[in-house]
């Protein structure tokens, strides 16, 4: 009986130390199990490409994708970076100001950039233009991207020129409608009435970023590569156009959820990607 009531009470004070904490973030890996920053930057550097889901408003993954950049130059692994917020006919403009041929006041007028650039994304141009890596546009136009939804699918893209094809995966762009991101997207958005051409969407913009990445590739070089987390969840969309364009790549997926408690992984994340950043539900959005 004393045995049972200390077993209780250490089960409850374990619990009250847990509701006090107020970690900003926890990681897990695939399997649910907690992993430590450290521990996972140590497995990190054997990759030749990670895709870091973030959800776009959310902080704690903007701060541990520079964090990331930073310590991964510091263990001396040389690094590419690219990016799904800027789209490949702007690369030219991105080229310049990374090499200071242009100012930031004129990249910033030039370049078609997301509203929260300024909080959550110039930070990690800036260190990138710094240590002088190269910094890759990933992202479909995204005219191009609502031509597949509106103008019938993929083969709306035979239409534009020649040059705008340089900006796209190459065509045909292969497809499976049978992915499970692909699918839960066509029943988010009304199922069996909903437009199939909206996923196909979805995969011109997986499909270009990673041709992009592919291109961009270097060796002995680590392409660390920023998109919203369901571009990359469960190993498809940038995952499974990677394994189309190139096999046997060497990648390594991080994602961000949001959870009300953050230190037990929910089942529905488990398998989401190799490393699970848990925020809690409550943390600041920057919009």
Request: glycine share 4%.
């Amino acid at each position: 009986m004393k045995k049972f009531i200390l077993i209780i009470s250490s089960f409850l004070i374990t619990l009250s130390a847990e509701a006090q904490k107020k970690d900003a973030y926890v990681i897990y890996k695939s399997n649910g199990k907690k992993i430590s920053y450290k521990r996972m930057l140590k497995k990190l550097p054997n990759a030749q490409i990670i895709l870091f889901g973030e959800y776009h408003n959310n902080p704690i993954a903007h701060w541990l994708q520079l964090e990331l950049a930073k310590d991964l130059h510091e263990k001396g692994k040389e690094l590419s970076l690219g990016a799904e917020m800027f789209e490949a006919d702007q690369q030219a403009v991105l080229d310049d100001y990374m090499n200071n041929k242009i100012t930031a006041e004129e990249f910033e007028k030039e370049m078609r950039l997301w509203s929260n650039y300024t909080t959550d994304y110039k930070p990690i141009v800036e260190w990138t233009k710094e240590k002088k890596y190269a910094f890759t546009a990933t992202n479909i136009p995204r005219p191009f991207a609502s031509k597949v939804y509106k103008e019938g699918g993929f083969g709306a893209l035979q239409q534009i020129s020649d040059e705008e094809k340089t900006w796209v995966a190459p065509l045909p762009i292969p497809f499976d409608a049978d992915l499970k991101t692909y699918k839960d997207m066509l029943e988010m958005m009304g199922g069996e009435h909903a437009n199939p051409d909206i996923v196909k969407s979805q995969a011109s913009k997986d499909a270009t970023m990673a041709h992009f990445i592919v291109q961009n590739l270097e060796d002995e070089k680590l392409f660390l590569h920023l998109n919203g987390s369901y571009h990359s969840n469960f190993y498809e969309g940038i995952v499974w156009y990677l394994n189309q364009y190139q096999p046997d790549l060497e990648i390594v997926t991080l994602t961000t959820v949001e959870q009300e408690d953050i230190y037990k992984l929910e089942e529905a994340y488990k398998e989401i990607a190799d490393y699970i950043i848990c925020v809690p539900q409550t943390m600041t959005k920057t919009y």
